[in-house]
C-alpha cells in the first residue's frame, strides 16, 4: 500500500480494511500521531465550524465535550 494510493480503495472493502488496519496498528504504537491545530470548547462549536470553513487550519480541529 502506497500512501498517495490509499483514498483510491473505498470501493474496494478488502483494500479499505487493509488501509484501516495499517494506518490503526500505526496510531497504537506512537508511529502516526494526529497534530491538533485548535481546540474549541462545546460552547464554541460554532466557531469550530466557521474555522473550518475558513480553510485556514493545520492540523485537526478538536471540539471538546465535557460530562458534568
Do not use: W
Not at 16 to 37: D, F, I, Q, S
Amino acid at each position: 500500500m502506497n500512501a498517495y494510493s490509499q483514498f483510491t480503495h473505498v470501493e474496494d472493502i478488502d483494500k479499505l480494511n487493509e488501509c484501516k488496519a495499517y494506518v490503526l496498528e500505526r496510531v497504537k504504537k506512537g508511529a502516526l500521531k494526529p497534530l491538533v491545530g485548535k481546540v474549541f470548547d462545546f460552547k464554541d462549536y460554532k466557531k469550530a465550524y466557521e474555522y473550518m470553513l475558513s480553510n485556514q487550519q493545520v492540523g485537526k480541529i478538536v471540539v471538546r465535550v465535557t460530562n458534568k
